[in-house]
T-cell receptor, first 116, second 114 residues
């Protein structure tokens, strides 16, 4: 149980376009989802915390107008990278916590974004 | 702000060798501690976690970790590694007063040679 999926697994887009990444909890309801960014050979950096039905909370230094997060339901959160630039190329990972359970996060497989 | 340090960035061991990966955190309050593993091409998986109680925590696949509060440490250990343990290992900390946000260490790449 507690499986999280992401779609797409990889995407290539042109500079200036927008890309949407989906994060789904497949077999559980997640009131909270998290979006991370991972640079090569580096750790996961939390970008934002997404709560169902409310606005996302962004970490310091993360542009909320560039990285739009929508948590429309208890099983789906989306991250849209708007007007993407090559420096946005990265590995984006989402995670979800079980409703009522504290601490443990279940991670998706990640999405590799390459902006050309 | 809390931070997590993993001092070993790359570790190479032979099969059957013992493993200890260091993890230190900086936060004075109550914390929950985690070790995650990322096998090549796969997503992060939880190895073990510490919330409270016995500071020696046993996880999956023979891994264990010891929480030493006075040293702000949560080192990961395994008595005898296998080739299949080749992966990247991340220590993570959550302060109990900060929601469910995790702060990750920089990771340790473990390679186990036959």
């Amino acid at each position: 149980g507690a499986v999280v999926s992401q779609h797409p697994s990889w995407v290539i887009c042109k500079s200036g376009t927008s890309v949407k990444i989906e994060c789904r909890s497949l077999d559980f309801q997640a009131t909270t989802m998290f979006w991370y960014r991972q640079f090569p050979k580096q750790s996961l950096m939390l970008m934002a915390t997404s709560n169902e039905g409310s606005k996302a909370t962004y970490e310091q230094g993360v542009e909320k107008d560039k990285f739009l997060i929508n948590h429309a339901s208890l099983t789906l959160s989306t991250l849209t990278v708007t007007s993407a630039h090559p420096e946005d190329s990265s590995f984006y990972i989402c995670s979800a916590t079980l409703t009522g359970e504290s601490g443990e996060q279940y991670f998706g497989p990640g999405t590799r974004l390459t902006v050309t | 702000a809390q931070s997590v340090s993993q001092h070993n960035h790359h570790v190479i061991l032979s099969e059957a060798a013992s493993l200890e990966l260091g993890c230190n955190y900086s936060y004075g309050g109550t914390v929950n501690l985690f070790w995650y593993v990322q096998y090549p091409g796969q997503h992060l998986q939880l190895l073990l976690k510490y919330f409270s109680g016995d500071p020696l925590v046993k996880g999956i696949k023979g891994f264990e970790a010891e929480f030493i509060k006075s040293k702000f440490s949560f080192n990961l250990r395994k008595p005898s590694v296998q080739w299949s343990d080749t992966a990247e290992y991340f220590c993570a900390v959550k302060n109990t007063g900060g929601g469910n946000k995790l702060t990750f260490g920089t990771g340790t790449q473990l390679k186990v040679e036959l």
